[in-house]
């Protein structure tokens, strides 16, 4: 059974760079079916698609978070991570990472659990 | 992007009724539209992929349709653990955009 974990601080000070980590058991990182995704959830916005990491390093980001978002991959640890920088209160949310399939039926099959991430001024 | 217009955003109904949701895309998706249950507290949990098909061990009292802009979730015969909130998401292209969302909740 495929399950993804979210791991990093709650609490980031504003102006600052958010970074969390995904891992993932059940599954290998490497395999060329996924891409590995991080989704966040706000009250206000919903669920906001962020972006993906294929295990070829191939990247894709929402194009509102494009200057500020990161992500990588880490195939020893079987992880892959996100950063987001300059937060401001926006940034606050639930970040949860996921599992697309790239080929059919090219959805989003399994999420982590979500972690909350608060940014103070 | 693609917007998503999910209605409604909330309806209350009862153990035993059949409520459903729609979804209208802003372009043609084909059937690249999927469906998610949150619980309070909880991660999104896959229900529906290609509009129609089930994902593995969920109730046949869901259901799913259409293609192109327009797109419905059908709960049969509604249960007690079938009160949540109820999301659509386009996978036809990035970024991944999803509606709004509809919370279920008891009459």
């Known amino acids: 059974q495929v399950q993804l974990q979210e791991s990093g601080p709650g609490l980031v000070k504003s102006s600052q760079t958010l970074s969390l980590t995904c891992t993932v058991s059940?599954?290998?990182?490497?395999?060329?079916?996924?891409?590995w995704t991080w989704i966040r959830q706000t009250p206000g916005k919903g669920l906001e698609w962020i972006g993906y990491?294929?295990?070829?390093?191939?990247?894709y980001y929402n194009p509102s978070l494009k200057s500020r978002v990161t992500i990588s991959v880490d195939t020893s640890k079987n992880q892959f991570s996100l950063k987001v920088s300059s937060v401001t209160a926006a940034d606050t949310a639930f970040y949860y990472c996921a599992r697309e399939m790239q080929f059919w039926p090219g959805n989003i099959a399994y999420w982590g659990q979500g972690a909350p991430v608060i940014v103070s001024s | 992007d693609i917007h998503i217009i999910q209605s409604p955003s909330s309806l209350s109904a009862s153990v035993g009724d059949t409520v459903t949701i729609t979804c209208r895309a802003s372009q043609d998706i084909a059937n690249y539209l999927a469906w998610f249950q949150q619980k309070p507290g909880k991660a999104p949990k896959s229900l529906m992929y290609a509009a129609s098909s089930l994902e593995g061990g969920v109730p046949s009292r869901f259901s799913g349709s259409g293609s192109g802009t327009d797109f419905t979730l059908t709960i049969s015969s509604l249960q007690p653990e079938d009160f949540a909130t109820y999301y659509c998401q386009q996978y036809d292209s990035y970024p991944r955009t999803f509606g709004q969302g509809t919370k279920v909740d008891i009459k």
């Open positions: 059940g599954d290998s990182i490497n395999s060329d079916d996924f891409y």
């Open positions: 990491i294929h295990n070829s390093g191939r990247t």
